[in-house]
């Protein structure tokens, strides 16, 4: 069944959200900061009139922004979306966020008579572009029922964490804690190798069929092989995600040293101007400590040779 659904954020992980709900025949509104990523989505057949003009007609919000403060600004914020959307309209909140900013939002949204699912995701810009992402989805039946939809065309596998608010969010951390430590591994482990002559070829030649391999060794390792920093996932991500993380941590009274740990990384990678570069590049911070060369991308290979 066609349905009108907007999408807040057209980043690598929001556009591509967009553009399989439209492949999947929905009616799709779509806004950004980022005027050259509105203009892709028009060019894949959105909406091109504001999303705010077609609030009242939305069934599903899908809200695909970086943080909960931005959650909460598009929602409630001076030119917030939640008051201006019908009753019965349904809410997908996919940002990383604190199980507990999740449960107090969606306290507000219902009280307006709107849906709400606590709804993050995984799976990368290429996942979203084919509609491929995982889902860790909680909330209501009815929360569920009116998302499905959206969640149809957008995700491959959505996992079911039950009826409280939260508990998506909470798996999300779970999932962000050990993404990240393994991006931060994975770097330490190449160029680790190389100060012992093995080069970052070998290493991903060997690493993917032995016990030590990892989702995102398998996935970062070769950005790093191929000196291409495109950013798929970037730096900045991580000091945000993995500082949610540490927040929940000291409210649980948990200790997280391998976070702690990776988090310094990012930092530093964020420090050192790589923020917007693909996530891999925490690696050069690595090399830079140790002395070393990591791989060029091909261009500037032939750009050296000629």
């Known amino acids: 069944m ?3 659904i907007g999408v807040i954020g057209l980043g690598s992980m929001g556009l591509g959200i967009a553009q399989s709900l439209l492949r999947a025949g929905h009616s799709v509104w779509g806004t950004d900061l980022n005027s050259e990523q509105v203009a892709k989505f028009v060019a894949s057949g959105g909406q091109a009139s504001p999303l705010a003009d077609a609030a009242a007609s ?61 709804a993050p995701i995984s799976g990368g ?34 996992f079911d964490l039950g009826r409280e608010v939260g508990a998506g969010s909470a798996m999300k951390a779970v999932n962000q804690l050990l993404a990240g430590v393994h991006i931060a591994a994975m770097a330490e482990a190449i160029t680790f190798g190389m100060t012992q002559g093995v080069t970052p ?13 990892s989702w995102m060794f398998e996935n970062r390792a070769p950005h790093i092989v191929e000196g291409d920093y495109t950013p798929h996932s970037s730096i900045n991500i991580w000091p945000k ?4 993380i540490l927040d929940i941590a000291r409210t649980a009274k948990f200790p997280a040293p391998l976070t702690a740990t990776a988090l310094q990384q990012f930092l530093a990678a964020a420090g050192s101007n790589l923020g917007h570069e693909d996530d891999a590049a925490v690696a050069k911070i ?14 500037e290979n032939l750009e050296a040779a000629s």
């Open 2 to 4: 066609t349905k009108n």
């Open 58 to 118: 939305l069934d599903i919000l899908v809200l695909v922004v970086l943080n909960a403060e931005q959650t909460e600004a598009v929602l409630f914020g001076e030119t917030g979306l939640a008051n201006s959307l019908s009753k019965g309209a349904s809410v997908i909140s996919c940002a990383t966020v604190a199980p507990d900013f999740a449960r107090q939002l969606a306290d507000r949204v219902e009280d307006l008579g709107l849906a709400y699912l606590d």
């Open 125 to 158: 810009s290429a996942k979203a572009a084919a509609g491929k992402l995982s889902v860790m989805a909680s909330g209501s039946q009815a929360a569920f029922d009116a998302a499905k939809p959206a969640l149809d065309g957008m995700a491959e596998t959505v």
């Open 201 to 213: 070829q070998q290493i991903l030649d060997v690493i993917p069929q032995c016990a030590g391999t």
């Open 241 to 244: 995600d993995l500082g949610i």
């Open 286 to 299: 690595y090399a830079r400590n140790a002395g070393l060369e990591l791989p060029k991308a091909k261009a």
